[in-house]
T-cell receptor, first 114, second 111 residues
Framework: EAQVTQNPRYLITVTGKKLTVTCSQN?????MSWYRQDPGLGLRQIYYSMNVEVTDKGDVPEGYKVSRKEKRNFPLILESPSPNQTSLYFCASSSLAGVSYEQFFGPGTRLTVL | AQKVTQAQTEISVVEKEDVTLDCVYETRDTTYYLFWYKQPPSGELVFLIRRNSFDEQNEISGRYSWNFQKSTSSFNFTITASQVVDSAVYFC????????FGAGTRLTVKP
């Protein structure tokens, strides 16, 4: 089954404790992206990657890191989480081949930073 | 960068009413795709439709229809005979390599 998986789905942590949210897709997609969703602000892009070892900042990259060592994985790293990073996070992937650009989304990770 | 405006933050209708969700976008790209996604209360993001910027033909899919007007940079979404299950947040997005979503419109359909 084609899917994007994220782990964990729910996480409560404390300020300053490093964490990683994993994202994996099984569709051989080149493009992967992280978004955060906050009430009234819609989906805002954090980072994206066009392919392995290629990453770029989105609209709200501050406080986040990503890596793309393998095509299928795109982890989101919070080196020193702060309460303003409490949010719902979505990972997405899409193919850059053809004419689609449809993004497939993971189920979301709800992060609370105390 | 692209920009999307979904001016309606929240809409409330009674079941069986028709409702139109507005989307206005800005882009410098000559080729792009326009998407609508639905986010029901369960939280997942559900793909609804994709349109190519070259194709201005309107589309109907069951109770859903989309009106793409390139001249006014609008891509509006109409639900005919709304149902309670249509209650969700709807996102419009013009997408290319630069992925941008609107802030979303929360639709509530009351029985």
């Amino acid at each position: 089954e084609a899917q994007v998986t994220q782990n964990p789905r729910y996480l409560i942590t404390v300020t300053g404790k490093k964490l990683t949210v994993t994202c994996s897709q099984n569709m051989n997609h080149e493009y992967m992206s992280w978004y955060r969703q906050d009430p009234g602000l819609g989906l805002r892009q954090i980072y994206y990657s066009m392919n392995v070892e290629v990453t770029d900042k989105g609209d709200v990259p501050e406080g986040y890191k990503v890596s793309r060592k393998e095509k299928r994985n795109f982890p989101l790293i919070l080196e020193s989480p702060s309460p303003n990073q409490t949010s719902l996070y979505f990972c997405a992937s899409s193919s850059l081949a053809g004419v689609s650009y449809e993004q497939f989304f993971g189920p979301g990770t709800r992060l609370t930073v105390l | 960068a692209q920009k999307v405006t979904q001016a309606q933050t929240e809409i409330s209708v009674v079941e069986k009413e028709d409702v139109t969700l507005d989307c206005v976008y800005e882009t410098r790209d000559t080729t792009y795709y326009l998407f609508w996604y639905k986010q029901p209360p369960s939280g997942e993001l559900v793909f609804l439709i994709r349109r190519n910027s070259f194709d201005e033909q309107n589309e109907i899919s069951g109770r859903y229809s989309w009106n793409f007007q390139k001249s006014t940079s609008s891509f509006n979404f109409t639900i005919t005979a709304s149902q309670v299950v249509d209650s969700a947040v709807y996102f419009c997005a013009p997408l290319n390599n630069d992925m941008r979503f609107g802030a979303g419109t929360r639709l509530t359909v009351k029985p």
